[in-house]
């Protein structure tokens, strides 16, 4: 059994969408609500990492210069060195340490992604490969069913199932023969028969050849003939249910790309990815980020970063709503990190920035100009 990406997408992201979808009929707040749940279920791992990033970022500064009084004072016994080291981890804590609250989300979020990037908002996609061999030698081989892994497909509002492309004479063929790829679920049911029971939706698959186009033949409803020896790889895709419905300014979420071949610009896309870049920016500068103690060059990267990040999307395109997830995941957590920031700081975090305070004014006063002697004289003299 799978209790990974796929048993978390399936047994949690889908039941809460159906959940949802059946209050209110809009996949569109389906995928807002789901959202929202997994960030409030994850909060406390979050605001974990938060905290000790602003934690580190106090304690950087006195944890290097220990660091280097270490290095210095112990340069010629180096295991001592490494032991005084450790200890000063253990006193100021580990850098890395607020990772592991985000590694431990990490599986949530990628199941969360990866039932947007499905049925019902996009288009199932299904990778068949097959080996074209000359007939003589296809002689040999023992046939075997060839299947790929099932992906829950909505058939209509609140129905899914899970659904396999198969290929049942196997995916090995002989030049000149003939194939068809079928859909059909986990029980057996054809496909077919699904859209017959369904057919207002008209979730008609389609087929493209990613390899070896020249090697078969392809047709419409999934029959193939093999044409040439050699590699060949097959991607169908079954729509998406709500690829095609939109939500507020979201025109379809299914929609990917900002662009068409035609030229035609999505603005509503375009307006998620601009907006996905301003909340990273502003995330990175609550969380201090952005702060890189006078370091040009790291100021340059970390201002950069989220139009990279935001551009990405430009050349990598995703779906609508998955976009609109990932916005409001950033607002969230650009909330999150703002309302973290302004909690009253440990006893002994507050010492220590009480104390570079103080050393900050008196490297700013050592660093002013002197005065004039005369206004020394003169004060002298008042007193």
Not at 176 to 183: C, L, R
Request: aromatic fraction near 8%.
């Amino acid at each position: 059994m799978d209790f990974g990406i796929g048993f978390l997408s399936n047994n949690v992201m889908l039941p809460i969408i159906d959940f949802f979808y059946g209050i209110v009929p809009s996949y569109g707040l389906a995928i807002v609500a789901l959202t929202l749940i997994v960030r409030f279920a994850l909060y406390p791992l979050s605001a974990g990492s938060i905290r000790n990033m602003r934690k580190m970022r106090i304690v950087q500064p006195l944890m290097q210069k220990r660091m280097a009084e270490i290095k210095e004072r112990y340069k010629d016994e180096p295991q001592k060195q490494q032991e005084e080291m450790v200890n000063v981890q253990k006193e100021f804590g580990n850098p890395l340490a607020g990772c592991f609250p985000l590694l431990v989300q990490m599986p949530v979020l990628l199941a969360l992604f990866a039932t947007l990037r499905g049925s019902p908002f996009a288009g199932a996609n299904y990778s068949v490969n097959l080996q074209i061999l000359p007939a003589g030698q296809i002689e040999q081989i023992q046939p075997q069913a060839f299947a790929t892994a099932p992906q829950n497909i909505y058939v209509a509002d609140g129905e899914h199932v899970k659904v396999a492309a198969i290929l049942p004479s196997g995916n090995k063929l002989a030049v000149g023969e003939q194939t068809k790829i079928q859909y059909q679920t986990v029980e057996g049911k054809p496909f077919q028969v699904l859209l017959e029971e369904h057919p207002e939706n008209k979730l008609i698959p389609d087929w493209k050849v990613t390899k070896g186009e020249d090697r078969i033949k392809i047709d419409a409803q999934g029959n193939v003939e093999a044409l040439q020896p050699g590699e060949v790889t097959i991607q169908g895709t079954i729509p998406g249910l709500a690829a095609d419905k939109g939500f507020l300014f979201i025109d379809a979420l299914g929609r990917v790309g900002a662009t068409d071949p035609d030229g035609t610009i999505h603005w509503d896309i375009v307006a998620m990815i601009v907006s996905f870049g301003i909340s990273l920016y502003v995330s990175q500068m609550l969380s201090g980020q952005n702060s890189s103690g006078g370091n040009p060059q790291q100021d340059t990267v970390n201002k950069v970063t989220p139009v990279i990040f935001s551009g990405m999307f430009l050349f990598f395109p995703l779906p609508a709503g998955v976009l609109m997830y990932m916005v409001i995941g950033n607002i969230f957590q650009t909330a999150q990190t703002y309302l973290l920031s302004r909690e009253p700081l440990p006893e002994e975090l507050q010492k220590i920035v009480a104390t570079q305070e103080k050393e900050a004014v008196v490297a700013e006063q050592k660093a002013l100009p002197f005065e004039p002697k005369s206004a020394k004289k003169k004060a002298t003299g008042g007193s």
